[in-house]
């Protein structure tokens, strides 16, 4: 078997970094089970509500506030009022 040093283009193998798993664990009867994140139900909005929405906009009430009343996330009322800026 040749030597290292006659093996051209030889590099020595790099050290093993230890590594951490990051699970995120809950307490459930005592035992500890992974805590697998859910992605968020998709909630789709009427055109009713769509107006509803950019009416309220017009009357500076804030993106923060329709998202939270309407169930939905705050670049989801952005985006309606971005629309109904686009279709006027």
Known sequence: MPSTSEIPFYW???PEIPTQKRWLYRNVEHSFVPWVPT???RVLL???QK????????????????????GVGVSAVGDTRRDSEKNQ
């Open 39 to 41: 992605k968020r139900k």
């Open 51 to 70: 107006f509803q929405i950019v009416s309220r906009i017009e009357a500076v009430e804030s993106l923060t506030k329709l998202s939270k009343k309407f």
């Open 12 to 14: 020595p193998p790099l």
């Open 46 to 48: 009427t055109v009713e």
